[in-house]
């Protein structure tokens, strides 16, 4: 029902059973097992008041899956007064946020440590510099700026949303090119303090070793960088995806249990946390803080209840009735209520918006087919269309696209390869005696997806590719600039751009998300005329979470597109309205006489470049 995306910021990299085993295992046994201290809103323990002598963590080996084949053991650590919410080192941490951008050619997500009585603070090295402070007798966390410490090496800005970042051999840059150069920040937005106090978090440091929640782990550092964590209180499945994919049995096998009443409490209280950082749409919902938010809609107790399954069906409530804004969603319950604990409802305005999605597609199947090509010409007219955006997904260098991509017949499938379409409609275009003087894009039934993909389309159709991207966390502003090579001579110059030519953009209430954010950007920065009907916003990138009892879901998250406009930034989240509107659905699909009354000039010549 719910347009599915998977907009992670940054590339996951797969992490070896060796890498896993000799990581974590270097912790186990570090720690003598002894009584716990119970757990309040203020911080767990005092550098002062802890020792050797009486730990209040006891260390439990448990297996950390990547896949169901790749995984290996790793320890954590749990209190008596929590028995079912488990603690990661930081150190433990720290090594495997390290493993972060070590892809061939990249350099590596390096981060220092050092504590001072008490006060552990991490820092990124080379020219990062951003700075996280645990302070253990204040029970806060503190980032001097939350997006650039999880930025990538090769990012342009902290808030550069694109993870495509190949290489070859020479250390050349493939497809994309990240252009620091040309991006700027508009703003460098403010240090982000969490206040753990506040949300009955702890902290621990015993020994001259600091501990977190696994689940704020996950929350806060891994899901900018590594994926969601979840734990079904016997290991830790590590999803890149943001879902269990071919883990599912695995993860649910631990079987259903009621929770305790001290998982239930820490479970809704990271939520919140989780939520009120991350959500992007809070003050279009008016939302002040999510506790109170929760309780005015009568969530809090299910959420608080010991049987998982109502708290799952809560937050199933939370994001498929209540945010109803198509990139929120729930994926999966929570492993202790089981697999077919609760079954997925959706409110009536979505029920509602979701039947306009299919009458596009069917008006298309009717005029050209279950299987259209995605590129063809009539005339001196190409029409290039995309239904999703989808990552690179084979090599293109080695193996350019001989013959016309095809769309697939089943809506939900990522075929063709977005960079299979766009450098084969380029070699055309640009071939030698070409005839084309106008492109149409067809996004009419594009859903979203990869912004890999879209800044390479943006960077192809527009010689300034640049994605604007605003932090509703920090209140950074940034311009993120590209370059692009479409050509596949692996120069990045003008032959690559078909700004030349007139461009066209076909939209339709189905337009969403990325499928919102291009013809958004085309028609802001004027470089196309908008035909059809407005489309369906959109504007953030989807955040998958997970909780500490395991549940899935994701939001529109923190990160926000936008389109800079005469120095401000300009909010694209309830679509754009085309320049022309065609009413019959069957008309988006009737090429011939678009493409006579676009050289007519029925549609202007406005934008023409």
């Not at 790793?74 to 070590?102: C, H, K, N, T, W």
Request: proline share 4%; aromatic share 12%.
């Amino acid at each position: 029902i719910y347009k599915k995306e998977i907009l992670m910021k940054k590339s996951v990299f797969a992490l070896s059973f060796l890498f896993l085993s000799s990581l974590l295992l270097t912790a186990c046994g570090s720690q003598t097992p002894a009584s716990s201290a119970p757990v309040s809103s203020t911080p767990a323990s005092s550098p002062s008041a802890s020792s050797e002598a009486s730990p209040l963590l006891k260390e439990k080996v448990v297996e950390f899956y990547r896949t169901a084949t790749v995984h290996g053991a790793g320890s954590l650590y749990f209190e008596d007064a929590m028995p079912e919410v488990p603690f990661i080192a930081l150190e433990d941490a720290r090594a495997l946020l390290g493993q972060s951008g070590l892809e061939p050619n990249s350099s590596a997500y390096a981060i220092t440590s050092t504590d001072q009585n008490g006060v552990i603070s991490w820092t990124r090295e080379k020219d990062n510099g951003s700075k996280v402070v645990f302070d253990f007798t204040g029970n806060t966390v503190t980032f001097s700026s939350f997006e650039a410490f999880s930025a990538m090496p090769y990012a342009a800005t902290p808030l550069d949303p694109v993870s495509l970042a190949n290489r070859d051999g020479s250390n050349n840059p493939l497809y994309i090119s990240h252009d620091k150069a040309g991006s700027a920040l508009n703003s460098v937005g403010t240090s982000l303090t969490l206040n753990l106090a506040h949300y009955a978090i702890p902290l621990v440091y015993q020994g001259g070793v600091g501990y977190m929640p696994l689940q704020f782990f996950s929350d806060f550092f891994a899901s900018q960088i590594l994926g969601i964590f979840a734990y079904n209180g016997v290991s830790v499945f590590m999803l890149s995806s943001g879902s269990l994919g071919d883990m599912s049995t695995l993860f649910y096998s631990a079987g259903a249990k009621s929770r305790t009443a001290s998982l239930a409490e820490f479970n809704y209280h990271e939520l919140c946390l989780a939520l009120d950082v991350y959500y992007g749409l809070k003050s279009q919902h008016g939302i002040a803080d999510f506790d109170s938010y929760l309780t005015a809609l009568g969530l809090k107790d299910d959420l608080l209840s010991n049987d998982s399954a109502v708290a799952s069906a809560a937050i199933m409530k939370l994001t498929n009735w209540h945010f109803e804004d198509f990139h929120s969603g729930f994926k999966s319950p929570s492993s202790y209520a089981g697999e077919q604990s609760v079954k997925g409802t959706y409110s009536p305005d979505m029920y509602a918006q979701s039947s306009t999605f299919s009458l596009y597609r069917n008006a298309r199947d009717s005029v050209l087919g279950k299987t259209p090509s995605s590129y063809a010409e009539i005339g001196d007219t190409a029409f290039v269309t995309f239904d999703h955006f989808t990552g690179l997904a084979a090599d293109y260098y080695t193996n350019p696209v001989a013959t016309v991509p095809l769309l697939s017949a089943d809506p939900n499938s990522m075929d063709p390869d977005t960079f299979a379409v766009v450098t084969y409609a380029h070699s055309q275009i640009a071939r030698t005696g070409s005839p084309i003087n106008n492109v149409v894009i067809d996004l009419s039934c594009n859903g979203g997806g990869a912004l890999d993909a879209l800044a390479y389309i943006a960077g192809w159709l527009m010689s300034d590719d640049i994605l604007d991207v605003k932090s509703t966390a920090s209140g950074i502003l940034a311009e993120n600039h590209y370059r692009v090579d479409t050509n596949l001579d692996k120069q990045f110059d003008a032959k690559d751009c078909i700004s030349d030519k007139r461009l066209y953009c076909l939209v339709s209430p189905n337009s969403f998300s990325c499928g919102n954010y291009l013809p958004s950007m085309l028609k802001i920065r004027q470089k196309a005329t908008l035909i059809g009907q407005t489309s369906g916003g959109g504007g953030c990138m989807v955040k998958p979470l997970s909780t500490a009892d395991g549940t899935l879901f994701q939001i529109s998250g923190n990160m926000s597109m936008t389109v800079a406009h005469n120095g401000t930034f300009v909010d694209i989240d309830q679509g754009m309205e085309p320049d022309y509107r065609l009413g019959d659905p069957k008309a988006f699909y009737d090429r011939t006489n678009m493409a006579k009354d676009i050289d007519a000039g029925v549609y202007g010549r406005i934008y023409s470049n």
